[in-house]
C-alpha cells in the first residue's frame, strides 16, 4: 500500500510549502480542539462537536486525518466538515492514509483494488458509485488541498508519525511517512520541545490517556471498531487545557 502513495506523491511533486501549515497563536478567548481518526462515524463527530466541545465560530478544529472508509458514512462526514467551513468555522483537516488511498484509486486499478479492500467499499457505498473516479469534483478538491503537517507554537500534529534519525524531523520525513509510519521514537529535542499529536495506529484509551503526559499524544482510539475492547470512542483532545473528550461510537 505505501508503494502506491509513494508513487503518487513522487508524480505530483508536491513541495515542502504545501505540505506544511504553520498556524499563529490563538486569541485568548478562542479554543482549540483536534481529532483523532473519524474513519465514516459521522454520527459520532456530529455528537463530539455539537454536544461535547459546543464549538464556536471563533474556536478552532483540526483533524488528524483518516475522516473516511471504514465507517458507514464518509459522505456525511465531508458534508459535515466542508459545511462547517462553509458557514465560517476555522476547520483544518490533516491528510491521512485512507484519504491518499483514495486520492490515488483515481487514476490506478490497483490502487483502487487496494483502497477498496481497506475500507473504500464502505466509502463507495455511503456515496453510492462503483468507483472513486465516480465521486463529485468537490469532494476530490478537498482531499487534495488537505497538509500534511501543522505546526503551532506548543503542538505538531501530523497523521502517521515523522522521522527522527535525522536531526530536522519535520523537514526531513517523507510525506509517504508522515501518512503511513509507525513504531518510532520521539525525540523531544528535534521538536524544539514541541508535543508530537498523531493519530493512525490504534491504541487503547488508556494507552491514550497515558500519553496526555508525554511528549507523545495518541488519539486513534478505532472509532468504527466499537466490539474491540477498549477501543470504539472518538476522542479529541483540548489543547489549551490537555483535557480529553471521548464520545462512543454512535453510527
Given at each position: 500500500?505505501?508503494?502506491?502513495?509513494?508513487?503518487?506523491?513522487?508524480?505530483?511533486?508536491?513541495?515542502?510549502?504545501?505540505?506544511?501549515?504553520?498556524?499563529?497563536?490563538?486569541?485568548?478567548?478562542?479554543?482549540?480542539?483536534?481529532?483523532?481518526?473519524?474513519?465514516?462515524?459521522?454520527?459520532?463527530?456530529?455528537?463530539?462537536?455539537?454536544?461535547?466541545?459546543?464549538?464556536q465560530s471563533q474556536d478552532s478544529l483540526y483533524l488528524l486525518g483518516d475522516l473516511i472508509d471504514r465507517g458507514?458514512?464518509?459522505?456525511?462526514?465531508?458534508?459535515?466538515?466542508?459545511?462547517?467551513?462553509?458557514?465560517?468555522?476555522?476547520?483544518?483537516?490533516?491528510?491521512?492514509?485512507?484519504?491518499?488511498?483514495?486520492?490515488?484509486?483515481?487514476?490506478?486499478?490497483?490502487?483502487?483494488?487496494?483502497?477498496?479492500?481497506?475500507?473504500?467499499?464502505?466509502?463507495?457505498?455511503?456515496?453510492?458509485?462503483?468507483?472513486?473516479?465516480?465521486?463529485?469534483?468537490?469532494?476530490?478538491?478537498?482531499?487534495?488541498?488537505?497538509?500534511?503537517?501543522?505546526?503551532?507554537?506548543?503542538?505538531?500534529?501530523?497523521?502517521?508519525?515523522?522521522?527522527?534519525?535525522?536531526?530536522?524531523?519535520?523537514?526531513?520525513?517523507?510525506?509517504?511517512?508522515?501518512?503511513?509510519?509507525?513504531?518510532?521514537?520521539?525525540?523531544?529535542?528535534?521538536?524544539?520541545?514541541?508535543?508530537?499529536?498523531?493519530?493512525?495506529?490504534?491504541?487503547?484509551?488508556?494507552?491514550?490517556?497515558?500519553?496526555?503526559?508525554?511528549?507523545?499524544?495518541?488519539?486513534?482510539?478505532g472509532c468504527y471498531d466499537k466490539h474491540l475492547i477498549g477501543h470504539g470512542n472518538l476522542v479529541a483532545l483540548?489543547?489549551?487545557?490537555?483535557?480529553?473528550?471521548?464520545?462512543?461510537?454512535?453510527?
Amino acid at each position: 500500500m505505501k508503494s502506491q502513495t509513494k508513487t503518487r506523491l513522487q508524480r505530483t511533486c508536491l513541495s515542502r510549502q504545501r505540505l506544511t501549515e504553520r498556524l499563529s497563536p490563538t486569541h485568548d478567548n478562542k479554543r482549540r480542539f483536534v481529532v483523532g481518526d473519524v474513519h465514516g462515524c459521522f454520527l459520532t463527530l456530529m455528537t463530539l462537536v455539537e454536544d461535547k466541545i459546543q464549538l464556536q465560530s471563533q474556536d478552532s478544529l483540526y483533524l488528524l486525518g483518516d475522516l473516511i472508509d471504514r465507517g458507514p458514512r464518509s459522505k456525511a462526514v465531508l458534508d459535515y466538515l466542508i459545511g462547517l467551513i462553509g458557514r465560517g468555522y476555522s476547520v483544518h483537516a490533516l491528510r491521512g492514509n485512507h484519504e491518499q488511498m483514495l486520492l490515488d484509486s483515481t487514476d490506478d486499478d490497483e490502487a483502487f483494488r487496494i483502497w477498496r479492500g481497506n475500507g473504500g467499499e464502505e466509502t463507495l457505498r455511503a456515496f453510492e458509485v462503483s468507483h472513486s473516479r465516480l465521486l463529485p469534483s468537490r469532494y476530490l478538491d478537498f482531499l487534495e488541498q488537505m497538509k500534511f503537517i501543522y505546526i503551532l507554537e506548543q503542538y505538531v500534529m501530523v497523521h502517521a508519525g515523522l522521522d527522527f534519525s535525522g536531526n530536522n524531523p519535520v523537514m526531513d520525513t517523507s510525506p509517504e511517512d508522515m501518512l503511513w509510519l509507525r513504531d518510532y521514537r520521539v525525540s523531544v529535542d528535534k521538536l524544539n520541545g514541541k508535543t508530537l499529536i498523531t493519530g493512525h495506529t490504534m491504541a487503547p484509551l488508556f494507552e491514550i490517556q497515558h500519553s496526555l503526559a508525554t511528549n507523545h499524544i495518541k488519539l486513534d482510539n478505532g472509532c468504527y471498531d466499537k466490539h474491540l475492547i477498549g477501543h470504539g470512542n472518538l476522542v479529541a483532545l483540548n489543547l489549551d487545557s490537555r483535557e480529553l473528550l471521548v464520545v462512543p461510537n454512535s453510527d
